[in-house]
């Protein structure tokens, strides 16, 4: 579509912004589905250990993934001119609407994990196919007005509906809620993340004390609540005595 839409050139940029942020997603998600996959199978027979354990998942995959993807929008454009080239540049937008989107795919993906444990599979599939519909539809009305930022829109508007949709069917089948301290903890994130795309997209690029600014707010709320998690002093002591042995 987007090569007969735009030519081979947008198709290149559009895969210098994709590659870029696979990377970051891979390590995320492949490291939440060896781990957290195992351990919520094993109490899906229990919607209150099954919703717990959801809300802790997430919890760690905020704190986790908010500093990345702020530096991942702040540094857009830096980021394809050192591992591309100055011509892939103009990519920055589409790679900063798509990182949108990825916040509210690594939410998804732990509720999603849900519905296979419980041995929804049908459902998992029917959700999925979803998502490729609406994608696919959100990118056909979208391209004529937005070209190639189209589908980094597309994919935020479609991973929020498919949240939605998510969401919608674990409260139906377990009564899922979010704690009171996640819901804060996903909106105080939400606002880091949206007022930084306004930062990457609409002020000066050469604003270093804004972005000095994001990238310390988001730094330092994601090591206050990781160590509420786990002690950072025992950790990184342990650590160090670990690495001497």
């Not at 579509?1 to 994709?18: C, F, P, R, S, Y």
């Not at 999603?112 to 539809?137: E, P, Q, R, W």
């Not at 069917?169 to 704690?179: E, V, Y």
Request: with cysteine.
């Amino acid at each position: 579509m987007v090569i007969n839409k735009a030519g081979l050139e947008q198709l290149g940029l559009l895969q210098a912004a994709w590659t870029i942020t696979n990377v970051y997603l891979k390590l995320i998600l492949n490291s939440m589905s060896a781990d957290f996959y195992p351990r919520l199978s094993a109490v899906s027979f229990n919607n209150k250990k099954t919703r717990k354990l959801i809300n802790e998942q997430v919890n760690v995959m905020l704190i986790i993934s908010v500093p990345i993807i702020v530096f991942l929008m702040l540094c857009s454009k830096l980021l394809l001119t050192l591992l591309y080239s100055s011509s892939f540049e103009s990519a920055y937008t589409l790679l900063n609407w798509r990182t949108i989107g990825i916040f509210f795919k690594i939410i998804s993906w732990a509720l999603g994990f849900v519905l296979l444990a419980k041995g929804k599979g049908l459902l998992y599939f029917i959700t999925d196919t979803s998502f490729s519909v609406i994608y696919l539809i959100c990118i056909y009305f979208l391209f004529p007005y937005y070209q190639l930022d189209a589908v980094g829109i597309a994919y935020m508007i479609t991973y929020i509906s498919y949240f939605i949709i998510v969401y919608g069917l674990l409260h139906k089948i377990m009564q899922f809620r979010w704690q009171k301290e996640i819901l804060l903890s996903g909106v105080v994130c939400l606002i880091l993340i949206l007022g930084t795309f306004y930062i990457a997209q609409f002020t000066d690029k050469n604003s270093i004390p804004l972005i000095i600014v994001c990238l310390t707010l988001s730094s330092t709320y994601s090591l206050y609540k990781l160590n509420k998690v786990c002690n950072l002093k025992t950790l990184c002591t342990n650590i160090f005595k670990n690495g001497k042995k």
